[in-house]
């Protein structure tokens, strides 16, 4: 589908609330999702 949902996220209320950490860093983040999408599109190009 051409349109997707928005993705917005600030992690800070985490961070301070929850003492919680991110494992990646956002670059990370969106390579692996970049690599994901290429990989689904060479499995299914209609997808």
Do not use: H, Q, Y
């Not at 949902?5 to 983040?29: H, R, S, Y």
Request: aromatic fraction near 8%; charge should be positive.
């Amino acid at each position: 589908n051409f349109f997707k949902e928005l993705l917005i996220g600030n992690p800070k209320k985490a961070e301070e609330k929850l003492k919680w950490k991110p494992k990646i860093t956002f670059e990370a983040l969106v390579k692996e999702m970049v690599a994901a999408d290429i990989e689904l599109m060479r499995k299914n190009p209609t997808a």
